[in-house]
Nanobody, 116 residues
Framework: QVQLVESGGGLVQPGGSLRLSCAASGFTFSRYFMSWYRQAPGKERELVAR????????NYADSVKGRFTVSRDNAKNTVYLQMNSLKPDDTAVYYCNAALITRYYWGQGTQVTVSS
């Protein structure tokens, strides 16, 4: 069974940090581009960060560039999202995505709440 399981979400104060993890199983992780998306209530899902299959290339949304860092460990079948300098606007459910051409998988998401 294909599984993507996000963890690491929680409540953090503005300016704080969280590290999200996404543990993958049931497919050849090292072949897939991995991405983090987020969705806040009443808003469309948006791409936060993406990392190539070997970790050699990354892309970030303008809103998180310089604050978030995506990385992956293919030996552990895990992708990470280090989130620093968090803002209330970062509050959302964060989803892990694995993608090849015409093939993709989604995790269930982990809630991140940034509030005083």
């Amino acid at each position: 069974q294909v599984q993507l399981v996000e963890s690491g979400g929680g409540l953090v104060q503005p300016g704080g940090s969280l590290r999200l993890s996404c543990a993958a199983s049931g497919f050849t992780f090292s072949r897939y581009f991995m991405s983090w998306y987020r969705q806040a209530p009443g808003k469309e899902r948006e791409l936060v960060a993406r990392i190539g299959s070997t970790g050699g290339s990354t892309n970030y949304a303008d809103s998180v560039k310089g604050r978030f860092t995506v990385s992956r460990d293919n030996a552990k079948n895990t992708v990470y999202l280090q989130m620093n300098s968090l803002k209330p606007d970062d509050t959302a459910v964060y989803y892990c995505n694995a993608a090849l051409i015409t093939r993709y998988y989604w995790g269930q998401g982990t809630q991140v709440t940034v509030s005083s």
